[in-house]
């Protein structure tokens, strides 16, 4: 049985060798050109697709950047609401002190009350990226200010320049929440 397997490969060996090359001839001539074709759309298929998936990726990429600020600007916009909202108070605390320094009569106990909880509040607000914006003195900034009157300027110095702060302006993380309403000497 050996000898079989030895003398069929033998015999399979030299019919290999044997074998002379078959010449190409039109026929496969056309085959190779349609193989050639066919490699040619398949790489124009396999361009596309890449071309198509890294648009996608970008776009993914693009998507996720988006929805991220999207999601950040949404947690600053609540608090920028209540914020917002808490300002008034903040105001009546500011008026409340400047009466209480004002009237007649020992009023220590009550002032020293309201300035305690006016700082309270007034430093968890800026721990919040609250800033009041500075007016008085500075020339007017559509940006910051809203002017609401002109007086005549005391002097020189004060002329086109903020010389009153009817309300207080603030800004929140750089972006204005309420501009500050001024008076302009002129």
């Known amino acids: 049985m050996k000898d079989h397997k030895k003398e069929k490969h033998g015999i399979e060996a030299e019919d290999i060798k044997n074998t002379e090359e078959v010449p190409v001839t039109d026929s496969g001539q056309a085959a190779e ?26 776009e993914f990429d693009n998507f996720r950047r988006r929805t ?12 920028e609401d209540t914020i917002v909202g808490i300002l008034p108070v903040m105001d009546d605390f500011e008026r409340a002190l400047e009466l209480l320094r004002k ?43 809203e002017a609401i009157a002109q007086l005549p300027a005391p002097d020189k110095k004060t002329k086109n320049k903020i010389i009153e702060v009817v309300q207080k302006g603030y800004t929140l993380n750089s972006k204005v929440i309420r501009f500050a309403k001024v008076v302009v000497g002129i």
């Open 33 to 58: 050109e349609d193989k050639a074709s066919q490699i040619e759309k398949l790489n124009e298929k396999l361009e596309a697709l890449n071309d198509k998936y890294i648009r996608l990726a970008a």
């Open 68 to 79: 991220a600020k999207e999601r950040l600007d949404l947690v600053l916009s609540a608090s």
């Open 103 to 145: 009237a007649e009569g020992d009023h220590s106990v009550a002032i020293e009350g309201t300035e305690l909880i006016y700082n309270k509040l007034h430093s968890y607000l800026t721990s919040k990226g609250l800033k009041t914006i500075d007016a008085k003195g500075h020339e007017l900034n559509t940006d910051f200010h």
